[in-house]
């Protein structure tokens, strides 16, 4: 066995800063071992023009490396993971390695075209599931009038920096690209400075994202390919010593998510060709799942779902809201004023003032789900992503690409739960009480839903006896703060999340 370890990839300046990443972390568990990088070009990269899915199959990123790797030039093959087909591999093994990055898809789309946009935009990819997403995407949430304008899908190749630059020459429109390789040149800390040219494309990137507005897609709408931003190493089947040392960098969350996506493309025969998208996310109350569209034989697949949750089955009688429908509440707006240098964070579309101008500023504007997203759009805001229904704790992760910390406050109603807040909040409306049907049986109420904390708090301060029962609630701070009334011990068998109060319906009352 050589003294030497050589950690091999292509020579794309994100496959460099992804080796190089690999080989400090493996350094630092192994101090006495030597490590050498080599780089080589494959032949994906050196045909930039024919679009990716008509190489489906053929493993045009990482067929050239393997045969390295099995002629033993090198010994550890480091790959992007969503570049590896589904295939079982005979000679070699796969091992995830590394904390996974966002696995999110960002959309840059030029600042002027906001002001002076054409009939039709032009959105750069040469994803097919992107292509597939992005169509029915732009109609509901990109601002009104462009929401309505004809897109058009160009293909774009190359490496990062050069599809940034076909971006910035093209005429019109917008590039989709993942977040994980803006996130990883951007965060990049090259001190031996093996990477001459990191420093121009860092600049490059910046001065992209200075000129554009930018959005970061929801996972729930517009679902990533199977472990993007996830990286793994491939070495050959008899190095056992080799898988060790790679087992002591594996993140094991990143591990069990990319496998997921991985396993259920293969149900639907896997490849870049396909036009599907899966996102696996593990939070503390539970795993969610978004999967959407469309298989090869023109099946459309749209799918959300949270695991971990008990088999529950109720009758609308035995409900709060009474007969599973949601109570109403009345609304009035507040005069109050949002400090100019600060990011916003929206909780529903009727926070939002109706008198802001609908020009896109520094600000980011961020909003807690799709509705509300959508009712911002509508009235013509930019919106550069969303909580995605899953809580302001869900944090946006864009300081990266803005290259300052956000800084964000919340719009919300009067009552809102300031305690578990994550942002200051600046209340913009007054919400009434829920209606609460005369006369009104608690006796018979096994289940409820809550929308916010101040209804649970109107209604049980009201009916004590609804404390006892089995509770749901959206994933953020009316969860914490359940559990917190109801007690830890009990809030595991009587407090749970659900993605949203449709979805509760569907799931867990009867018809």
């Given at each position: 066995?050589?003294?030497?370890?050589?950690?091999?990839?292509?020579?794309?300046?994100?496959?460099?800063?992804?080796?190089?990443?690999?080989?400090?972390?493996?350094?630092?568990?192994?101090?006495?071992?030597?490590?050498?990088?080599?780089?080589?070009?494959?032949?994906?990269?050196?045909?930039?023009?024919?679009?990716?899915?008509?190489?489906?199959?053929?493993?045009?990123?990482?067929?050239?490396?393997?045969?390295?790797?099995?002629?033993?030039?090198?010994?550890?093959?480091?790959?992007?993971?969503?570049?590896?087909?589904?295939?079982?591999?005979?000679?070699?093994?796969?091992?995830?390695?590394?904390?996974r990055e966002d696995v999110r898809d960002v959309l840059l789309f030029k600042r002027n075209k906001w002001i002076?946009?054409?009939?039709?935009?032009?959105?750069?990819?040469?994803?097919?599931?992107?292509?597939?997403?992005?169509?029915?995407?732009?109609?509901?949430?990109?601002?009104?009038?462009?929401?309505?304008?004809?897109?058009?899908?160009?293909?774009?190749?190359?490496?990062?920096?050069?599809?940034?630059?076909?971006?910035?020459?093209?005429?019109?429109?917008?590039?989709?690209?993942?977040?994980?390789?803006?996130?990883?040149?951007?965060?990049?800390?090259?001190?031996?400075?093996?990477?001459?040219?990191?420093?121009?494309?860092?600049?490059?990137?910046?001065?992209?994202?200075?000129?554009?507005?930018?959005?970061?897609?929801?996972?729930?709408?517009?679902?990533?390919?199977?472990?993007?931003?996830?990286?793994?190493?491939?070495?050959?089947?008899?190095?056992?010593?080799?898988?060790?040392?790679?087992?002591?960098?594996?993140?094991?969350?990143?591990?069990?998510?990319?496998?997921?996506?991985?396993?259920?493309?293969?149900?639907?025969?896997?490849?870049?060709?396909?036009?599907?998208?899966?996102?696996?996310?593990?939070?503390?109350?539970?795993?969610?799942?978004?999967?959407?569209?469309?298989?090869?034989?023109?099946?459309?697949?749209?799918?959300?779902?949270?695991?971990?949750?008990?088999?529950?089955?109720?009758?609308?009688?035995?409900?709060?809201?009474?007969?599973?429908?949601?109570?109403?509440?009345?609304?009035?707006?507040?005069?109050?004023?949002?400090?100019?240098?600060?990011?916003?964070?929206?909780?529903?579309?009727?926070?939002?003032?109706?008198?802001?101008?609908?020009?896109p500023t520094n600000q980011i504007l961020w909003s807690a789900g799709l509705s509300t997203w959508k009712d911002?759009?509508?009235?013509?805001?930019?919106?550069?992503?969303?909580?995605?229904?899953?809580?302001?704790?869900?944090?946006?992760?864009?300081?990266?690409?803005?290259?300052?910390?956000?800084?964000?406050?919340?719009?919300?109603?009067?009552?809102?739960?300031?305690?578990?807040?994550?942002?200051?909040?600046?209340?913009?409306?007054?919400?009434?009480?829920?209606?609460?049907?005369?006369?009104?049986?608690?006796?018979?109420?096994?289940?409820?839903?809550?929308?916010?904390?101040?209804?649970?708090?109107?209604?049980?301060?009201?009916?004590?006896?609804?404390?006892?029962?089995?509770?749901?609630?959206?994933?953020?701070?009316?969860?914490?703060?359940?559990?917190?009334?109801?007690?830890?011990?009990?809030?595991?068998?009587?407090?749970?999340?659900?993605?949203?109060?449709?979805?509760?319906?569907?799931?867990?009352?009867?018809?």
């Amino acid at each position: 066995m050589s003294d030497i370890i050589k950690i091999g990839g292509r020579s794309s300046l994100l496959s460099r800063i992804q080796i190089l990443s690999v080989t400090k972390a493996l350094q630092e568990k192994n101090k006495s071992k030597v490590f050498q990088t080599v780089f080589r070009e494959s032949a994906g990269d050196k045909d930039l023009k024919t679009p990716l899915w008509q190489f489906a199959g053929q493993g045009i990123f990482t067929k050239d490396l393997q045969e390295d790797l099995l002629s033993h030039k090198i010994d550890i093959v480091i790959h992007s993971w969503k570049d590896m087909d589904l295939r079982e591999r005979k000679d070699t093994i796969l091992v995830p390695i590394l904390e996974r990055e966002d696995v999110r898809d960002v959309l840059l789309f030029k600042r002027n075209k906001w002001i002076a946009a054409p009939t039709e935009i032009t959105i750069l990819t040469s994803s097919p599931r992107r292509e597939h997403h992005i169509k029915d995407f732009v109609k509901s949430y990109f601002p009104t009038p462009i929401n309505s304008f004809q897109v058009k899908i160009e293909s774009v190749r190359g490496n990062i920096q050069t599809r940034l630059r076909k971006y910035l020459e093209h005429e019109n429109g917008g590039i989709l690209v993942a977040k994980a390789a803006l996130d990883r040149i951007l965060s990049f800390d090259d001190e031996e400075n093996q990477i001459p040219e990191l420093k121009e494309v860092k600049q490059l990137i910046r001065e992209t994202i200075n000129l554009s507005l930018f959005m970061v897609m929801p996972s729930s709408i517009f679902p990533s390919a199977p472990a993007q931003g996830a990286l793994c190493a491939e070495i050959r089947k008899e190095d056992k010593h080799l898988e060790s040392l790679l087992r002591e960098i594996t993140n094991k969350n990143a591990e069990n998510t990319a496998t997921q996506e991985r396993n259920i493309l293969s149900q639907y025969g896997g490849g870049c060709h396909q036009k599907i998208g899966v996102s696996v996310l593990t939070r503390d109350y539970g795993q969610i799942t978004f999967i959407r569209g469309e298989t090869e034989d023109g099946k459309t697949l749209f799918s959300k779902e949270l695991s971990g949750i008990p088999n529950f089955s109720f009758n609308k009688n035995e409900t709060w809201p009474p007969n599973a429908k949601m109570a109403a509440r009345q609304r009035e707006r507040l005069t109050y004023t949002i400090p100019k240098d600060v990011d916003v964070f929206v909780s529903r579309g009727y926070a939002f003032p109706l008198d802001l101008s609908v020009n896109p500023t520094n600000q980011i504007l961020w909003s807690a789900g799709l509705s509300t997203w959508k009712d911002l759009a509508l009235r013509g805001f930019w919106v550069n992503g969303t909580c995605d229904g899953l809580g302001e704790s869900e944090p946006p992760l864009i300081d990266t690409l803005l290259g300052r910390k956000t800084k964000f406050v919340k719009l919300t109603h009067v009552d809102s739960d300031k305690q578990n807040s994550i942002y200051p909040v600046i209340s913009t409306y007054f919400v009434s009480a829920p209606e609460i049907p005369v006369p009104f049986d608690t006796s018979n109420i096994k289940v409820a839903y809550w929308r916010s904390g101040s209804e649970f708090d109107i209604v049980t301060k009201r009916f004590p006896e609804l404390l006892d029962v089995i509770h749901f609630v959206g994933p953020g701070s009316t969860f914490k703060k359940i559990k917190q009334v109801i007690g830890e011990e009990a809030a595991k068998t009587r407090v749970f999340v659900s993605l949203s109060f449709d979805s509760w319906v569907e799931r867990y009352i009867k018809p």
